[in-house]
T-cell receptor
Framework: QQPVQSPQAVILREGEDAVINCSSS?????VHWYRQKHGEAPVFLMI?????EQKGHDKISASFNEKKQQSSLYLTASQLSYSGTYFC?????????????FGKGTTLSVSS | DGGITQSPKYLFRKEGQNVTLSCEQN?????MYWYRQDPGQGLRLIYY???????QKGDIAEGYSVSREKKESFPLTVTSAQKNPTAFYLC?????????FGPGTRLTVT
């Protein structure tokens, strides 16, 4: 199942903060975050691993609550360059390997 | 420069025709993926391949087919059986946990 993201859209002024949530009905072992700017390909931001290990972007932070099966992406003191659509992805693993299942995305618009 | 190339950027086809989208990577990645992107739907997984000569269906594989004869290539064929093929198609590859995406192909079927 697709993870569920909220909100669908956020409008900010430069310097304001935002939180994007990602939840799943299945047990999570990791959550991946990507950002897609308009007209461009998605780009990896970070991964949150079960057990608390975090890797990725140094300007944006995230949390991972395994018990609640959700992750939150924190964008503080937003910049114009933060605008784009943010996707969370959860892993689906089977005998054939692992693939990411992405949420529908959260569109962030930052204005000056 | 290493990366993923998708061609063409824009593709137009008549209904009832099969069309093949190209995806090539020179990153030496084992895994490759195809996603479809529609407004408000996110990235939906069509097919993926972890190794040459093997691939798996994703969530929306109906009407699509793939092959993985070479490590660097993972072409996607949109068949006439796909009911609503007009969309933006993204190819990706990975070695560890990070996926690298190509620039995408926008397919329009009329």
């Amino acid at each position: 199942q697709q993870p569920v993201q909220s909100p669908q859209a956020v409008i900010l002024r430069e310097g304001e903060d935002a939180v994007i949530n990602c939840s799943s009905s299945k047990a999570l072992y990791s959550v991946h975050w990507y950002r897609q700017k308009h007209g461009e390909a998605p780009v990896f931001l970070m991964i949150l691993l079960k057990g608390g290990e975090q890797k990725g972007h140094d300007k944006i932070s995230a949390s991972f609550n395994e018990k609640k099966q959700q992750s939150s992406l924190y964008l503080t003191a937003s910049q114009l360059s933060y605008s784009g659509t943010y996707f969370c992805g959860t892993e689906r693993a089977n005998q054939a390997g692992t693939a990411l299942i992405f949420g529908k995305g959260t569109t962030l618009s930052v204005s000056s | 420069d290493g990366g993923i190339t998708q061609s063409p950027k824009y593709l137009f086809r008549k209904e009832g025709q099969n069309v093949t989208l190209s995806c090539e990577q020179n990153l030496n990645h084992d895994a490759m993926y195809w996603y479809r992107q529609d407004p408000g739907q996110g990235l939906r997984l069509i097919y993926y391949s972890q190794i040459v000569n093997d691939f798996q269906k994703g969530d929306i594989a109906e009407g699509y087919s793939v092959s993985r004869e070479k490590k660097e290539s993972f072409p996607l064929t949109v068949t006439s059986a796909q009911k609503n093929p007009t969309a933006f198609y993204l190819c990706a590859s990975s070695w560890g946990y990070e996926q690298y995406f190509g620039p995408g192909t926008r397919l329009t079927v009329t």
